[in-house]
């Protein structure tokens, strides 16, 4: 009876076996199908990806940005500054025509009074000009090829500023050695003022080209112009000067003594100096043979120390005047030292009238007529002077 079971037990193993292979085959082909129509469908839409991204790139990105300032935006916003401007001039009682920036200013700060130590954390109102960046004009048409030929070097502004820099310096150089052919060249170059003026920093040019500039693109403008500038040329001159920004001239403010004559007629001039507790006053002739006289004593005598005899020389020899003028000082207060730098600021002062305001202008950049402000530290309770501490000790 157990070989019936057996070979029933075989038949139906058999049979699940081949519907187990037939199901199998039946998968597989399923799943073929299903990838060959995958990988067909991936084909096309990868061909249509690439045609999609072919068009992108043919045009210029840039020229799909969005601008971050319109044209409308900044004027709608220059109207309501000016009907503000009108509002607040209205509540200070002045004038709305009138009205100018200061005033603005001046009535923000006194109704919204802030206590903030950060002055961009305080409420201003400024023209939308001033509070907007500057950017730059369209520089691509309607199909993103760009208009300029130095587009794609990233600063065409800067590039385009400095080939025409370069086309001017050759242009002035030929006219030079057309001069130079004919003889009617001179040598002899003009002496030209600059101290009253600078030239634009890197954040200024940068504002006026709307470029983003590194400090070495920066240095070579700027010595471009400089040897633009040391050729003879009024047009080179005049293309100089845009790149050039007026300073007030501080020795202007300084106040210079009159001239004074006493009874031969000889001319003098008066001033007082102070440093430290020391003040001095110092009377100097406009000639004489080098004579210092302090208190009524030499000042070889007066200042045994080489230091202060030197600051007392010093103005004399920072204008090449040595031994052309005669100097009368009277001193009190103070130590030596003090009494020199004192005395140094009087002379230095006095000199102001005989010179011209160029060397009034190099006196007060090489510090002569500024006071010196520095004084003796005090001593602090708990220390053994200024700074210095009391010897520490364990036990």
């Known amino acids: ?3 019936p079971c057996v070979s029933c037990g075989a038949v139906v193993s058999y049979r699940l076996f081949l519907g187990g292979r037939g199901n199998l085959a039946w998968r597989q082909g399923f799943w073929k199908g299903a990838a060959a129509e995958l990988h067909a469908g991936s084909g096309a839409q990868m061909l249509r990806l ?8 043919k045009k210029n990105v840039a020229a799909l940005r969005r601008e971050t300032y319109t044209v409308d935006f900044i004027k709608k916003q220059i109207e309501e500054f000016n009907i503000g401007k009108r509002h607040l001039a209205n509540m200070m009682g002045e004038d709305p025509e009138t009205f100018t920036q200061e005033d603005i200013d001046r009535a ?20 939308p000009e001033e509070i907007f960046p500057k950017q730059r004009a369209i520089q691509w048409g309607e199909d993103g090829r760009p208009f300029h030929f130095l587009f794609y070097t990233g600063k065409p502004s800067y590039y385009s500023l400095m080939h025409d820099t370069y086309g001017k310096l050759l242009e002035v150089e030929k006219h030079h050695n057309q001069l130079r052919a004919k003889g009617l060249f001179s040598e002899r170059p003009k002496t030209k003022d600059l101290i009253a003026s600078r030239w634009l920093i890197k954040e200024e040019l940068e504002e006026m080209l709307v470029e983003k500039l590194s400090e070495q693109d920066y240095g070579h403008f700027i010595r471009l112009l400089e040897r633009l500038l040391t050729l003879q040329c009024d047009a080179a001159e005049e293309f100089v000067q ?10 202007k403010k300084q106040l210079i003594e009159p001239l004074q004559y006493d009874e031969q007629g000889m001319a003098f001039s008066r001033s007082e100096g102070k440093r430290k507790s020391a003040k001095a006053d110092a009377v100097v002739y406009e000639h004489g043979s080098g004579r210092i006289i302090v208190n009524g004593t030499d000042y070889l005598l007066y200042f045994p120390v080489t230091q202060d005899r030197e600051q007392l020389m010093f103005p004399f020899h920072f204008l090449d005047r040595l031994g052309k003028h005669d100097v009368t000082c009277t001193v009190s207060g103070g130590g030596r030292s003090g009494q020199a730098g004192a005395i140094r600021l009087a002379i230095s002062r006095a000199l102001c009238s005989f010179v011209t305001e160029e060397e009034v202008e190099w006196m007060r950049q090489a ?13 602090k309770p708990g220390q053994e002077g200024a700074r210095r501490k009391f010897t520490w000790k364990k036990r």
Not at 108 to 127: C, D, N, Q, V
Not at 367 to 379: A, C, F, N, Q, S
């Open 50 to 57: 690439r045609h999609t991204t072919a068009g992108t790139t």
């Open 108 to 127: 923000i700060a006194y109704l919204f009074p802030s206590g903030l130590f950060e002055k961009r954390a305080r409420p201003i109102m400024k023209h």
């Open 1 to 3: 009876m157990a070989a």
């Open 367 to 379: 510090g002569l007529l500024t006071i010196d402000p520095r004084v003796r530290e005090r001593k």
């Open 242 to 251: 845009r790149f050039r920004r007026s300073v007030t001239i501080q020795s």
